[in-house]
């Protein structure tokens, strides 16, 4: 394949790098262009490629010759810490979600009373939404806690502030807990692990030796993991290509911070910023009208992007009544032309709603006659694309698009501000979903409750409705 202007500047450029690559702009290709371009000047440079998923990985294995060393950041870690001769157990995924359960179960009658009266239900019911809502909030607030590198004064000043002493309490009695079995059983969580192998690397600088640090979606990085980052780089002496797009930015609620995508400079401050400014996905429409969108939010970093490609409309906004027929209809419209077929929504759940005799879900794919197409959410599909896209349920209502639970005040003591215009994270859900189509994307909505996104597109774009 050929590269294109500025894909051949990032390939070529010898210093530290933010590349900012919006959607279907080939930034897996210039990545693995660069690889290629420096075992030829150098064949025995040392590159280190990190992504953030073990598919993303594996597909780079794939696409890439050479001795790097493709890794996330987890297996990264774990390396780390064998190559000092570190011992330690891996606790389980659902470790902390299951001591959280357990320790409120396990309550005496006279501290279930009170939970129950501070959840306002009649008893405690661990099948209640705000008993399921409480685990998940304390579980969150554990995960932030750590990936955003917190320590036990960050506790203190929250529990002299915070006005809800019952709450942080509650959370501070089943955080020491938590660390407490995790050092009994001598296991590390995956947030321990990168923690542990910074401390053990800034410690020993002792590892494996780099001349090179490429970082795949740089966008989603927690602070834990850029400590991470630049231990290796400041012992190797490194030169680092951070790639990313901030306007894809979805994963504030597990800890990715992108205050450090934004300021990269202030941590790489003899870096550049390039972009990739031709997309090979979308079409010159879709590019104007997502970008026109994105940019609502002034914070985001404006790309002005490319493409020759030509589709006249393509978004199709769906009107409905009933969602068990409009499914039907529309992908009667599109099969015709394709089977290359995407189905996407901001929440597992929705999909469930347009079923019908003939159309069933199984095994996270939609079956329609003798055809099947993957069913995914907006999040799970980062990085995916297909010809056609439909996305379900863009209404307004509280699990709708924009989804308008808002994070509890609590939260905000541990992960930062990254800005306050309105349903910013959102934006960038519902930019994601609309960008992953090569030809049109078809957005399902009932006609008596629409997006406050879908009025905003019809404002500045003449979609087609049907």
Known sequence: MNLDEYQKSIVTSKNDLLVIAG?????TTTIMHKVNYIYEHNPQSKILLISFTNKSVNDLKKKIKGPSQITTFHKLAMDILE????????ATPYMLEYLIKEYLKSLGKKEQN???????????DEKSPQFICLCNLIKTFINLFKTNNHDYETIKKIAMDYKDKYLITLILKILYLYEEEKKSQNTFDFDDLIIMATKVLNQSHNYRKFDYIIVDEFQDTSLIR?????SIYKLNKATITAVGDDAQSIFHF????????LNFQKYFPKSEVLFLKNTYRNSMNLVKLSEDFINKNPNQIVKNMQSTIIYKEPIKICYYYNPKKILVKVLNKIIPQSTDIMILSRNKKDIYKYLCKDISFKDNMVVYKEYSFPFLTIHSSKGLEAEFVIILNVEDSMMGIPNKIEDHPILNYLNKEIDKFPYAEERRVFFVGI???KKETFLLVPRSNP???IREIKKSYKALKY
């Open 226 to 230: 850029l400590n991470l980052i630049m």
């Open 435 to 437: 960008t992953r189509c």
């Open 254 to 261: 597990s800890g990715c911070d992108l205050n450090i995508f």
């Open 114 to 124: 009170e939970l129950a009266k501070y959840l306002k239900i009649p008893k405690l």
């Open 451 to 453: 997006s406050k996104f």
């Open 23 to 27: 959607p279907g702009s080939g930034k």
């Open 83 to 90: 190559y000092n001769h570190i011992t330690y157990s891996l």
